[in-house]
């Protein structure tokens, strides 16, 4: 049989691969580059083509579409989100995506994204940091320290310069392995039997957990002046982690209105809450914090141009080393009439 | 590194795979297997999950998502056209797709989807063909001989008995093409310079030509009582094949009228215009020819729940063979909740 020409080939990044050019890389500095990639993106928002996600909902779970494109590159995860998953052994959220060119149609990238995505959705949480957590700031709270959690840590070290950290979550083992996992990776690190005692004296406050329901596992009185709130738990329709007294103190931020209103802790709110987007922040169209004892509150989903950004950074920084397959995923016929003629010339 | 799980593996089938797949079961065979299950997902019609396929557009063409589920697997297919794309070496056309569990949300097969789609969407048209073309057709006029015409010849000899071709392109060397692939498979094929000769003493009329503009390869006046129009071209806005004085005088069949009205042959009509569906024929609910001399047409344009017929055939027909690859797409932890712990310890 003949070889497939190169134009039919295709770049594919596996798990495997992915966790090769991490470590190769180091997590932190992936973290920072994701950041820059996404800080970039965020900056040219107008110029995105934006679709709500395309969700097939089912009794267990739903698995989504999540495309966007600006005028050089298409791309899209499939997500999953199934919370019973881990019960019989499976993951509760597993992830690919696509990258293509507009010019051509034709992919360029296929990359596993459920490691991705950590990044990626951490690397949004210390951009967004960044720009909206107090001066200053030294200690985070992290209520909930599950997948997600030393990702976050990670991100908010290497770009908000947090290096201690105060855990807390309703398992105690999940604690200790963020613990455990944590400390080997150089942070001050306070085990904390409450949510309560982990906000103390934390000027930042990650809630992270993975329960699908309305839940408080931040109150009201828990907030004080001048803290940001680092909101990623609440993600879906029927899943938040703020009592919505805060929301009301609060200056919300938001990705994508439209989407947040419906995923994000401002379900609980009117329809006309007022929400800044991050995108006009990052311009300097809009003002992030303007207060010391603002209390600013990230309200994250995880969108697109998130997912977009981290398969443009990977798209680059696989180009100068072997963490890639290449797959024979186009046919490419010689004759382009004559697909029937390559098929049969095959056997 | 230690090797990923077997859950954390998805089948996959390369273009190299999919030819080996066709060419050891026999083209004929495939279509035929083809056209069953995509008979059996039509005669189930309402239990699908049926969204329009999601498009981004840009100048030089198009990429679509194109989903669908039922209560057991989601299917999706990406799929570009570009046009220009033969002027640069590249296909106007590439696909690939995935079958996922819906259960669980894991993917459980991804496979290349040209050559796939290429014989979905000639083993619907046989399908179609068996259920509307007079009693005792032999012959059949194929206006347009491109990469679809042979696929399109095979489903009907197969599906319906037709071993008598009629050929005709604008392009003598594409007709030449698709003769010389025809003669080898055993057909009595006709070259002809024109439409008009092309159809005369057909019962059934295949349009297949690839302009991206509404075009008229078939007049009124070509068409005779009692003859099957299989309109394959007519399939996105501002691209059509038929006179729409053909359309008035046809009883006109389509997949899923939502989509057909903006993308096939139809959208030279009024809204209202009567079509029927498909589904509806197949399951008998509703007559399809009734009349030796009636003029019935399909004014096919591609439904996603082809797509996932052929989807689920391929997860079928791959499982007692060697037509795969395993790849390692889904990130598989011991601890669900220590992905990071799986990261750092790869290295």
Redesign the interface.
Known sequence: ?SQ?SE??LVP?V???NM??L??SLG?EQVLADLARYIEDDFRRWPEF?K?PR?A?H?R????E?M?T?D?EN?G?K?V???PK??H?????V?A?G?L?S??????ILLT?M??LT?LRTAATSGLVGRYLAPEGAEVMAMIG???????QALAFRVLCGINRLRLHDIDPA?TA?AAR?LR?QGFEVVECASAQTAVEGAQIITTCTADKQNATVLSDNMVGAGVHINAIGGDCPGKTELQCDILSRASVFVEYPPQTRIEGEIQQMPEDFPVTELWQVMLGAVPGRTDPRQITLFDSVGFAIEDFSALRYVHDAIKDGDCYEL???????D??????????R??
């Open positions: 049989m497939p134009l039919a594919f596996s798990v495997a966790m090769r991490v470590m997590p083509d679709t395309v097939s089912s267990d779970g739903v698995i579409l495309p494109a005028a298409y899209f499939y999953n989100g199934h998953n881990t019989s052994g499976y993951q509760t597993t690919f696509v293509s507009v010019a051509t149609g034709y992919p596993e459920t490691i950590a320290n599950g997948a997600q959690c030393e990702f999940a392995k996992n080997a797959l024979d995923i186009l046919a490419d016929p004759d382009p009439r004559d697909l029937f003629g390559m098929l049969t095959s056997a």
